[in-house]
Every structure is written in C-alpha cells, then in structure tokens.
C-alpha cells in the first residue's frame, strides 16, 4: 500500500501532467478532470493576463496548441514558489530565462520582451511602506531618490515596439533603456531613455536613501568626464525636473 506522501505525489503529479494519470475508476477519472482543468486553466490565465504580446506573439507565429504546451511544460517542470498571481508569471519569466526546450523554437527576444511584460504588472501591484510623495509644481528642490514604483530595466532589444507586427531579427547595435513606473495618477508608463538619462537613474537609485542633486552632478562628472561640466549639469536639472514631473523621481 502507498505511503500517504506518495499518494499526494502521484496526485500532484496527475494534476500537473495528465499524461501520468492511471485511470482507476470513472468517477475517480471524472472528479480527476476538473482538477486539472482547474489549475491548469487558473496557472494559463496567470501567465496570459501578464504576458499578453508573448502569449499572441506565440499563438500567431506557431497556434493556440503550441502557447498550451509552453504553459503545460512550465507547470510540469517548475515548482512555483508562491500562490500569488504576479509570483507565478514572474516565475514563468524565470523559467523562460533557462531555456526549455519545447520542441519549437521561440523568438530570441522572447526573454526580455516576457520580463519588460511582467515589470508592468510588478509596478502596477507594487506597494510601498515608505513615505513617499509625489513632486509639485514650483517645488524647492535639493535632493531626490527614485519613486519605489519605477524600475530602471536594460534590453538588447527595444521591447516596447515588439509585437505580431513587429518581430526583430537580431538585437540593437546598443542597449536599451527604460524606466517601468506608476504615476501619481496610479497609471503605468514607461520611458526610453538615453544612456547618460538612464546613467543618471542608475546614480540615484545606487544611493537608496537618496542623494542631493550637488553630489549627483559631481558623480556625474566623474562618470562622464568627456562631457564640459556646464553642459552636463544644465542637462542634469533639466532631467531631473522632467523625471521629477512624471513621477519617476521623487523629492526627499
């Protein structure tokens, strides 16, 4: 007779994998059925709510049946650490970023373009015990951080303009800058920034408690010194005003 600990395996496993399923009666088979229906269909909404371009990337490149077997492969072989609906899609781009085999080759950009998509979502649910307040109008300004609702991400691709009309070849000559945030008004963006745009979010968000606009145009300097100091601070505060407006920076 099986031990308690094999038996919930093997459901498990039923659950996961149909193909391991052993018929032992119909009602059995029947009640079987739903259950794996149930979770398969509650772990594919996940995923597809979240990656929504991927998803019809996928189905209009290889079909419905072949976006299925990348969720039924997902669900078989990785063992999800959390319940929750962005732990589990952030955990799909963890699994793509291993590179599984699926029996069909998948867009080279697939990776970046699934992590750029789950970053929306992150941002869009993030929350924040922090005291934070959005920057006004007219404010004095003398030290900033950036907004724990926006997130710096680099890509070899420009994800933002990839989709079933638009499906790159080959990666960009350079990186790709953006920054994922939510607004004052609760509403995602995201920016495409230059690299010395996106070197300058890098400087403040390295200095977590924030930095006083003083030290970053020194770090600046230091980071940049081919560019004439006036220049580079000019372009500095007229930045950081613009970062501060949309909400990517706040004051401290």
């Not at 119909?26 to 979240?50: C, D, H």
């Not at 490149?61 to 650490?81: A, K, L, T, Y």
């Not at 008004?185 to 995201?190: G, K, L, N, T, W």
């Not at 950081?240 to 706040?250: A, E, R, T």
Request: with cysteine; net charge negative.
């Amino acid at each position: 007779m099986p031990s308690l600990q094999q038996s919930q395996g093997e459901f498990v496993q039923a659950i996961k994998d149909p193909s391991t399923f052993i018929l032992e009666d119909e009602e059995y088979a029947r009640r079987m059925k739903i259950y794996q229906s149930l979770f398969f269909s509650n772990i594919n909404g996940f995923v597809s709510s979240a990656l929504p371009v991927l998803k019809s990337i996928i189905i209009a490149q290889f079909g419905e049946n072949q976006w299925e077997q990348v969720i039924r492969q997902f669900f078989i072989e990785h063992q999800c650490r959390s319940p929750y609906f962005n732990d589990i899609s952030k955990e799909f781009v963890e699994y793509l970023a291993t590179s599984p085999a699926f029996g069909f080759e998948l867009p080279a950009f697939s990776c970046e373009l699934a992590h750029y998509e789950w970053l929306e979502l992150d941002v869009a649910t993030r929350s924040s015990s922090e005291n934070n307040a959005f920057y006004k109008p007219g404010q004095d300004i003398e030290e900033v951080k950036v907004s724990p609702f926006a997130t710096l991400a680099s890509y070899s691709y420009a994800v933002h303009l990839i989709g079933p009309d638009h499906l790159p070849e080959s990666p960009m000559d350079v990186p790709q800058y953006y920054v994922v945030y939510r607004d004052e008004e609760y509403q995602v963006q995201f920016v495409h920034l230059t690299a010395m745009t996106a070197m300058l979010v890098h400087t403040i968000e390295v200095a977590e408690e924030g930095i006083s606009l003083a030290v970053l145009a020194n770090q600046l300097i230091e980071q940049a010194p081919s560019i004439p100091q006036a220049t580079l601070k000019a372009g500095m505060e007229q930045t950081v005003v613009d970062l501060l407006q949309k909400g990517i920076l706040m004051p401290v």
